[in-house]
């Protein structure tokens, strides 16, 4: 490879600025936003109308089944999240679609997926307290739940780290995929580690219950609504990251100019 | 005197180097021709070793381009850093081997068999003065001095196309200094391009064939030092 | 390959020299084990029948311990830098990494399980099953942790963060190395095939994983 050697005599061109990250979420978006949430919102309060007063009482579980409406979309959203994080990760990895929206998509998804696992781990150990007795059984649903957590908060923390931000995305890209892989080995063993005991004595999942009517209904419902505010509330977590980083790429202009001026006298 | 045409070891084009937020190098245009022996002087602070660790592939280039020894910095610095070889402020060295051990590890990683690499690590070491008992006590237990030599010995032995040499005067004595120069010297005759950080402004004009001056993160002037 | 045997070599050197495992991890993993035996009481009926699961559980926390030391040598003095400049192949600086852990994970597992014998007064039987469980599930440890010792490596909260990451994702392991050892203790080994191959799954995709990713990992610092 051959350059030609001159005497450098012109003065350099001004280097150009490392460009800014995030793309201006449109006026569209905004909109599709707003009116996603205000569905959510008002799909959430409607399930919890219809579950509180007027789906009837369940044979043989009382008023503990109305807990049927938001468990089983919780825990429906906490996987979903998850499962979005994870293709988000890979997304974020593979070189072809790499794009920093889709670690922030991850980091969001994550952020709303830790927060509807809680709940999920709440309303199942509530719902399978008055069968079981205790607050806690290691149903192998409910365990794999419960690892879920653990792992999305070890994700979170990673996320967390100072560091260079690219090194930090990268890492808790790899990460999640890592996990991700290691959660069906874990229900699949814990089932398998239970069904050794005797078999779960509360079916959490609600295969048992003979749902109908209002309550098919009202379920739907529920899930639907629990998956629109899922929806908006990564939408709206996104966005915040996108400010975030516009903030701090402002920084970095201004740190590149501060840094040459180091140089004149 | 028309434009010369040299084979280019490095060629740097508004190079920019950050390390998270903080810019480590703001916009480097840089061109070393192979064979050439390079000064790179300024202020603490002003890049020097970010722009070795550069060329070297250890730092991610931002924007900007550059390529070394014919490796695109953006796409290929795993391969750059078979051709390179870099003498940092620290010596990645394994402080529980010995001196003998850690060159002959790193001269059997850069790809050389285990004999030749014994063979070269104890002829590196004795060029360098660590022999004997020096030469099987663990590197924790040596002086910064001698440390240094060790690292220096395993430039010898790999006696890469580029070597990126970070302030390689600081804690040797005169003698090894004296040395080190030597060693510089034979390594530009065999074929090896040499850029080097140093704030001994002496002793380096007396080695290099220029000088480049940076600060800021950038170059600053470039002037033509006649060696 | 060639890099893994050189690299594991390296750190094995590394450790009969320094002794870390040997008079650190070892006697830790023997301070748990005993520290169990404290909190659940002198009685052997009740510790014998848990020696398999608490034996498991000492060396997982273990594994944290000496991938910890695995990637600090590296960084005394800045060497993980080294091993990037020294053109090494990321892959067998895994497998020779993850090797020389598990060469001494394996170590500490022949002295843990005479602890157990001693203290809680388990009846060592079934070696056959003991000692294939122990190797794969050793593997799979290995492979999972270094794994996320180079997720978190270089990170300035790397040591609280590493067990945070690692232990959840290696509870399938204990799981199953526990059944597999007290099946094997109860004289019944073969009934543990199943979760024998739930271990050797497990190492097949963590080995699998870590020799790709670990390049990646390395990379950016």
């Not at chain 3, 020696?51 to 060396?59: I, Q």
């Amino acid at each position: 490879m051959t350059t030609v050697l001159e005497p450098i005599s012109q003065p350099e061109p001004p280097a150009p600025a490392v460009s800014p990250p995030g793309r201006r979420a449109g006026r569209g978006g905004a909109v599709a936003l707003r009116s996603t949430g205000l569905l959510a919102l008002a799909g959430v309060v409607a399930t919890v109308w219809l579950g509180l007063w007027v789906t009837p009482k369940a044979k043989g579980f009382g008023d503990l089944v109305r807990l049927l409406y938001i468990h089983p979309p919780m825990a429906w959203v906490a996987f979903l999240a998850y499962g979005v994080a994870t293709l988000a990760s890979l997304l974020y990895l593979w070189p072809r679609t790499r794009h920093p929206r889709f670690d922030r998509l991850a980091g969001a998804s994550a952020e709303t997926g830790v927060v509807f696992t809680g709940l999920t781990l709440v309303t199942g150990s509530i719902w399978g307290r008055p069968s079981w007795g205790v607050w806690w059984t290691w149903d192998p649903l409910l365990t794999t739940t419960a690892l879920l957590f653990v792992l999305y908060l070890g994700y979170l923390a990673l996320r967390r780290v100072p560091g260079d931000a690219a090194t930090v995305a990268r890492r808790a890209a790899i990460a999640s995929l890592i996990a991700f892989l290691d959660v069906p080995i874990v229900y699949f063993s814990v089932s398998w580690w239970r069904s050794l005991h005797q078999p779960p004595t509360v079916d959490l999942t609600g295969r048992h219950l003979y749902v109908h009517g209002s309550m098919a209904w009202t379920l739907l419902l529920g899930f639907v609504s629990f998956t629109l505010a899922y929806a908006w509330l990564v939408g709206h977590r996104c966005r915040l990251s996108v400010l975030r980083e516009r903030e701090a790429s402002e920084g970095l202009a201004a740190a590149l100019e501060e840094r040459r001026l180091e140089g004149a006298p | 005197m028309g434009p010369i045409h040299m084979a280019s070891a490095v060629s740097l084009r508004q190079a920019v180097a950050l390390a998270g937020h903080f810019p480590l190098l703001t916009g480097v245009t840089l061109d070393v021709a192979e064979g050439e022996i390079v000064h790179l002087q300024g202020p603490n602070g002003a890049g020097k070793s970010s722009l070795l660790r550069l060329c070297s592939g250890l730092v991610a280039l931002a924007s900007g381009e550059a390529t070394v020894l014919g490796h695109d910095l953006a796409s290929d610095r795993r391969g750059v850093r078979r051709d390179v070889g870099l003498l940092g402020h620290a010596s990645f060295l394994y402080d529980d081997l010995t001196s003998t051990e850690n060159v002959r590890f790193a001269l059997r990683a850069a790809g050389l068999s285990g004999r030749e690499a014994g063979v070269r690590a104890g002829g590196a070491l004795e060029r360098l003065g660590i022999t004997g008992r020096l030469a099987t006590t663990q590197v924790a237990k040596l002086s910064a001095g001698q440390r240094r030599r060790v690292s220096i010995a395993v430039l010898l032995g790999r006696q890469p196309r580029l070597w990126l040499l970070d302030e390689p005067h600081a804690g040797l004595d005169q003698a090894s200094r004296d040395l080190l120069d030597g060693i510089i010297a034979e390594s530009r005759e065999a074929g090896s391009t040499i850029v080097f950080a140093s704030h001994e402004l002496a002793r380096a004009s007396g080695m290099a064939d220029r000088a480049v001056r940076l600060a800021g993160g950038r170059v600053e002037t470039e002037p033509v030092v006649v060696a | 390959m060639r890099d893994a045997v050189l690299v594991c070599g390296k750190d094995l050197r590394i450790e009969i020299r320094s002794r870390v495992a040997v008079n650190q991890v070892v006697p830790f993993a023997l301070a748990v084990v005993l520290l169990f035996g404290l909190a659940l009481g002198p009685d052997r009926r009740v510790l014998a029948p848990a020696s398999a699961g608490l034996f498991w559980v000492a060396v997982l926390l273990s594994t944290v311990l000496t991938v910890q030391r695995s990637f600090a040598v590296e960084s005394a003095d800045e060497a993980r830098e080294g091993l990037r400049l020294s053109g090494l192949d990321p892959a067998g600086v895994f497998l020779g990494k993850a090797g020389a852990v598990l060469a001494e994970l394996l170590v500490l597992e022949v002295v843990l399980s005479a602890g157990i014998a001693l203290l809680y007064g388990a009846r060592l039987a079934g070696f056959g099953m003991l000692a294939g469980s122990a190797v794969l599930g050793s593997i799979g440890l290995a492979a999972v942790g270094m794994l996320y010792g180079a997720v978190a490596s270089g990170l300035r909260v790397r040591e609280t963060l590493l067990p945070l990451l690692f232990l959840p994702v290696a509870a399938p392991v204990l799981l199953a190395a526990t059944k597999c050892w007290n099946l094997a203790l109860a004289g019944t080994p073969s009934h543990a095939e199943g979760w024998l191959s739930l271990l050797a799954v497990f190492a097949v995709l963590y080995v699998t994983i870590g020799t790709v990713s670990f390049g990646p990992l390395l990379e950016d610092r």
